[in-house]
């Protein structure tokens, strides 16, 4: 009787499909990391004088002179430490806070179906919901009054758009907070966090110092590239910081932003030496992070090995994560409401906590002139996210190929290449990379935009599927192609639809990624496409809130109906199988 071994064997496939599956994983890499290797070498060169487009055929450091000159450098870098370092350790502390208290329970459990749709939220239109709801003039300052009589004038101090960056730095870890949760849910099964705190427990440990010293230092080394990501954007973000953050001077990435669009092109040497100084200042810092990790882990293992009882104290993490998950779910939910008034609204003065009359207005004046961001939108985003989901699948499907054929995958390698678009700073290669574009004459072309929303698109996708897809039991597919007629047959009759919940979700994923992409569209679309993010960030360095609210409610919308189609069509696929319901 032939083994099941032997029977796959006869139905292996093709020599064809085994190149196409080993071509694939190169393919992408090139698709991603080519425009980055090209753009930082379009930046770096006029960082250096050499500029043919401007008649610059000479290297020399007359840009980063005139760079290291320029009014508000060093007010703007300050104000980039304080706002991106400070986002970043912030995030990272509320997750080990909420994991320290609500890690493993029936909260958290409910806290994951809400990742969905609270990640599916895009920056830009997430600040400017908090923007309506902090202001001095905001909804919060209108119920105080409302309740209490108190401050009947708007304040003159600012909690939003402050000279020194720390309401940046706020919004910016409520946003990256949910990423490195989702981040973080792939790693906590494998840490068996449960039986941990256990035995922890029996030892007369609490739950922070299991949590702290000995479940956190793993769980940090399996997030580092997540939380490296997360320092990345957040020391170089620019459509954030173009709505939350200080604006005379700004931080270094808009002022470089600045720079690069200024009239006077001899400026464009001035921004590219930013643009370089910033990457450099990056990875300094990741560096400083990865190299202080050594004395930090031989601190730990001294302190363990001398057996010192570290704490035997009650946890009151609980309470705090408990408010901590309260306060930032309540924000995104009131930033959503009060977006939504002002979207409605015909006349609201201050200190009413409700509109005194209600509009359509806003709404017909904006039909006219979002038809064309809104198509361009969809295009970009239903593309990429398309194109991702199909290299990502035959690039994880060559992964089972090479584990079938007992050859080695190098998963470390492939995380970190995933990574490099998401650490490397879209100021510093976005600009070489259009440079790059316009002597191919496709600057300003669909085709190079679609390029550049795929750079980003692909890691997220990749990250957000690799987990369920390498989870995923292969002996179905192995019993289904000893049953049927081949390979591809029990991928689409088997594999597919038991995956079809997280490759949806993919999808959506990158969906959400594109739409929330603004330089690429700014440099590599040239002024000749515009997206619902490009016209929101502009609407929202305006005065009209009640278009800034529309823009930024159509901008938060698609995600959710993608992430809302996600979730409903496996619900009806699989309405007559229980077990695939429960998967």
Same mark, same amino acid.
């Given at each position: 009787?032939?083994?099941?071994?032997?029977?796959?064997?006869?139905?292996?496939?093709?020599?064809?499909?085994?190149? &196409?599956?080993?071509?694939?994983?190169?393919?992408?890499?090139?698709?991603?990391?080519?425009?980055?290797?090209?753009?930082?070498?379009?930046?770096?060169?006029?960082?250096?004088?050499?500029?043919?487009?401007?008649?610059?055929?000479?290297?020399?450091?007359?840009?980063?002179?005139?760079?290291?000159?320029?009014?508000?450098?060093?007010?703007?870098?300050?104000?980039?430490?304080?706002?991106?370092?400070?986002?970043?350790?912030?995030?990272?502390?509320?997750?080990?806070?909420?994991?320290?208290?609500?890690? +493993?329970?029936?909260?958290?459990?409910?806290?994951?179906?809400?990742?969905?749709?609270?990640?599916?939220?895009?920056?830009?239109?997430?600040?400017?919901?908090?923007?309506?709801?902090?202001? +001095?003039?905001?909804?919060?300052?209108? %119920?105080?009054?409302?309740?209490?009589?108190?401050?009947?004038?708007? *304040?003159?101090?600012?909690?939003?758009?402050?000279?020194?960056?720390?309401?940046?730095?706020?919004?910016?870890?409520?946003?990256?907070?949910?990423?490195?949760?989702?981040?973080?849910?792939?790693?906590?099964?494998?840490?068996?966090?449960?039986? $941990?705190?256990?035995?922890?427990?029996?030892?007369?440990?609490?739950?922070?110092?299991?949590?702290?010293?000995?479940?956190?230092?793993?769980?940090?080394?399996?997030?580092?590239?997540?939380?490296?990501?997360?320092?990345?954007?957040?020391?170089?973000?620019?459509?954030?910081?173009?709505?939350?953050? /200080?604006?005379?001077?700004?931080?270094?990435?808009?002022?470089?932003?600045?720079?690069?669009?200024?009239?006077?092109?001899?400026?464009?040497?001035?921004?590219?030496?930013?643009?370089?100084?910033?990457?450099?200042?990056?990875?300094?810092?990741?560096?400083?992070?990865?190299?202080?990790?050594?004395?930090?882990?031989?601190?730990?293992?001294?302190?363990?090995?001398?057996?010192?009882?570290?704490? #035997?104290?009650?946890?009151?993490?609980?309470?705090?994560?408990?408010?901590?998950?309260?306060?930032?779910?309540?924000?995104?939910?009131?930033?959503?409401?009060?977006?939504?008034?002002?979207?409605?609204?015909?006349?609201?003065?201050? /200190?009413?906590? %409700?509109?005194?009359?209600?509009?359509?207005?806003?709404?017909?004046? &904006? $039909?006219?002139?979002?038809?064309?961001?809104?198509?361009?939108?969809?295009?970009? !985003?239903?593309?990429?996210?398309?194109?991702?989901?199909?290299?990502?699948?035959?690039?994880?499907?060559?992964?089972?190929?090479?584990?079938?054929?007992?050859?080695?995958?190098?998963? #470390?390698?492939?995380?970190?290449?995933?990574? %490099? +678009?998401?650490?490397?700073?879209?100021?510093?290669?976005?600009?070489?990379?259009?440079?790059?574009?316009?002597?191919?004459?496709?600057?300003?072309?669909?085709? !190079?935009?679609?390029?550049?929303?795929?750079?980003?698109? %692909?890691?997220?996708?990749?990250?957000?599927?690799?987990? *369920?897809?390498?989870?995923?039991?292969?002996?179905?597919?192995?019993?289904?192609?000893?049953?049927?007629?081949?390979?591809?047959?029990?991928?689409?009759?088997?594999?597919?639809?038991?995956?079809?919940? +997280?490759?949806?979700?993919?999808?959506?994923?990158?969906?959400?990624?594109?739409?929330?992409?603004?330089? /690429?569209?700014?440099?590599?679309?040239?002024?000749?496409?515009?997206?619902?993010?490009?016209?929101?960030? !502009?609407?929202?360095?305006?005065?009209?809130?009640?278009?800034?609210?529309?823009?930024?409610?159509?901008?938060?919308?698609?995600?959710?109906?993608?992430?809302?189609?996600?979730?409903?069509? *496996?619900?009806?696929?699989?309405?007559?199988?229980?077990?695939?319901?429960?998967?």
């Amino acid at each position: 009787m032939p083994t099941l071994t032997s029977s796959l064997s006869l139905r292996r496939p093709t020599s064809l499909w085994s190149a &196409i599956l080993a071509i694939i994983p190169w393919l992408t890499a090139a698709l991603f990391l080519l425009p980055i290797i090209v753009g930082l070498l379009g930046t770096w060169l006029p960082a250096f004088g050499y500029f043919p487009a401007l008649n610059e055929h000479s290297l020399s450091l007359t840009p980063w002179r005139q760079w290291l000159a320029y009014p508000g450098v060093n007010s703007s870098t300050v104000k980039t430490l304080i706002s991106g370092l400070g986002a970043s350790f912030l995030a990272l502390a509320m997750l080990l806070l909420i994991l320290i208290g609500l890690y +493993p329970s029936r909260l958290f459990q409910k806290i994951e179906k809400a990742l969905s749709p609270v990640l599916s939220v895009p920056h830009a239109a997430f600040a400017i919901g908090l923007g309506f709801l902090i202001a +001095p003039s905001g909804w919060l300052l209108r %119920l105080v009054h409302e309740a209490t009589g108190w401050v009947a004038r708007p *304040p003159v101090w600012s909690l939003f758009q402050d000279p020194y960056g720390f309401s940046l730095a706020v919004t910016l870890a409520l946003k990256e907070l949910p990423f490195l949760l989702f981040m973080s849910l792939a790693v906590l099964p494998s840490l068996k966090v449960h039986r $941990t705190l256990w035995l922890m427990r029996g030892m007369g440990y609490s739950r922070r110092a299991t949590w702290l010293w000995m479940l956190w230092p793993q769980l940090y080394r399996q997030i580092r590239l997540p939380f490296f990501a997360v320092v990345a954007y957040s020391l170089t973000v620019v459509d954030l910081a173009l709505i939350a953050g /200080p604006t005379t001077p700004p931080t270094l990435s808009v002022l470089i932003t600045r720079l690069f669009n200024d009239p006077d092109l001899s400026l464009r040497t001035v921004g590219a030496a930013g643009a370089t100084a910033l990457f450099l200042g990056v990875l300094l810092i990741l560096w400083a992070l990865r190299i202080v990790e050594k004395p930090l882990a031989w601190w730990r293992n001294r302190t363990l090995r001398r057996g010192r009882q570290i704490t #035997r104290h009650t946890c009151p993490e609980r309470p705090i994560a408990i408010l901590l998950v309260s306060i930032t779910g309540l924000l995104y939910l009131l930033g959503l409401v009060v977006t939504t008034l002002w979207s409605l609204t015909l006349r609201w003065r201050y /200190p009413d906590w %409700l509109p005194e009359s209600t509009s359509l207005r806003a709404w017909s004046r &904006i $039909t006219g002139r979002i038809e064309d961001p809104l198509w361009c939108t969809l295009q970009l !985003a239903g593309l990429a996210s398309l194109i991702a989901i199909v290299l990502v699948i035959l690039a994880l499907e060559n992964e089972v190929r090479l584990k079938q054929m007992n050859r080695p995958v190098n998963t #470390r390698r492939v995380l970190w290449l995933l990574y %490099l +678009p998401l650490v490397v700073p879209q100021v510093a290669f976005i600009f070489g990379f259009q440079v790059s574009l316009i002597g191919l004459r496709w600057d300003g072309t669909f085709p !190079a935009l679609l390029w550049s929303h795929l750079v980003f698109v %692909l890691p997220y996708v990749f990250l957000t599927l690799s987990g *369920p897809y390498r989870r995923f039991d292969e002996r179905y597919a192995w019993v289904a192609r000893t049953l049927s007629s081949g390979p591809f047959t029990a991928y689409w009759r088997v594999k597919f639809p038991m995956l079809l919940r +997280p490759i949806l979700y993919a999808v959506a994923t990158g969906f959400a990624v594109s739409i929330a992409q603004y330089l /690429p569209t700014l440099f590599v679309g040239a002024g000749r496409f515009s997206t619902l993010t490009t016209e929101a960030v !502009a609407m929202a360095t305006g005065s009209d809130r009640r278009m800034m609210a529309v823009m930024a409610l159509w901008q938060q919308s698609l995600p959710l109906v993608m992430f809302a189609l996600a979730t409903l069509i *496996p619900a009806l696929y699989f309405r007559n199988r229980r077990e695939m319901m429960q998967n």
